[in-house]
């Protein structure tokens, strides 16, 4: 079992900054992928950016150059810098981990972030 706390979310203005924070725990395979996703009201949920446990990442295309994923192993913590933030990035984040060895993924109960003109 693995557990996902988000925090860092909140109410900004468009152009500013936000950094949310996944917190993990349990048990992590060293193998896995943790990823941000963001879900609007009546819009399905799509990626955001994601990193594995080799550092490599990937964005979606509306984030790209403006966002930037990132984890600290030590404390088993991924962080989404968000920069430049617009009224459209305006969701509920939500950071999943993917285990490579046993394809099981869980969810964090997500944190809401609200970008306004």
């Known amino acids: 079992q693995v557990t996902l706390v988000e925090s860092g979310g909140g109410l900004v203005q468009a152009g500013g900054s936000l950094r949310l924070s996944c917190a993990t725990s349990g048990r992590t395979d060293s193998l896995n992928v943790i990823a941000w996703y963001r879900q609007a009201p009546g819009k399905q949920r799509e990626l955001v950016a994601a990193?594995?446990?080799?550092?490599?990442?990937n964005y979606a295309d509306s984030v790209k150059d403006r966002f930037f994923i990132s984890r600290d192993n030590a404390k088993n913590t991924v962080y989404l810098q968000m920069n430049s933030l617009k009224p459209e990035d305006t969701a509920h984040y939500y950071c999943n981990f993917k285990s490579l060895l046993t394809k099981y993924d869980y969810w964090g109960q997500g944190t809401q972030v609200t970008v306004s003109s």
């Open positions: 990193i594995d446990n080799r550092g490599s990442t």
